[in-house]
């Protein structure tokens, strides 16, 4: 019997599937180097959901100490776990590591072509700000986000 997806926070063994999935997006790809050092330390949480398959995707989570604000910097969804509400889990759970810093607002940007992160923001509640424009190294506008986490 299939189990399933775990949330966890990532490991350096699992390196090499993040690097594989950040590589088939494109643009402003995360490198080895980035990836190690937010995996290692820093105010952040880098979590991944996985099933027996593999990685399905991650999220990567700025705070700042003393800051109400965080910030989800990425978050990645492998095209085999698209449209299972692996993306939905991710941001839920980032959220809540959000909320676990002491912090109450949720922001982010995402490439003004990918409808369905857009979709995923919007079904969430994240109201939007105002874009900016050639925002990414090709040239693609971000569309902003953001939210009021509401603590339980």
Do not use: W
Not at 54 to 82: D, H, I, M, N
Not at 102 to 125: K, M, P, T
């Amino acid at each position: 019997m299939p189990t399933l997806p775990s949330l966890r926070d990532a490991r350096l063994a699992d390196l090499p599937e993040l690097l594989s999935l950040e590589a088939s997006f494109p643009g402003d790809r995360l490198s080895a180097r980035q990836m190690r050092r937010h995996i290692v330390g820093g105010h952040h949480a880098f979590r991944i959901v996985e099933d027996q398959s593999g990685l399905l995707g991650y999220a990567l989570l700025f705070t700042r100490r003393g800051s109400q604000r965080a910030r989800l910097y990425s978050l990645v969804v492998a095209p085999r776990a698209r449209g299972h509400g692996t993306g939905a889990r991710l941001l839920q759970d980032a959220e809540a590591c959000a909320r676990q810093r002491g912090c109450s607002l949720l922001g982010l940007e995402v490439r003004a072509d990918n409808a369905a992160a857009i979709a995923l923001y919007q079904r969430a509640g994240y109201g939007e700000l105002p874009s900016k424009l050639d925002y990414y190294e090709d040239g693609e506008t971000a569309r902003r986000f953001l939210r009021q986490l509401n603590h339980p």
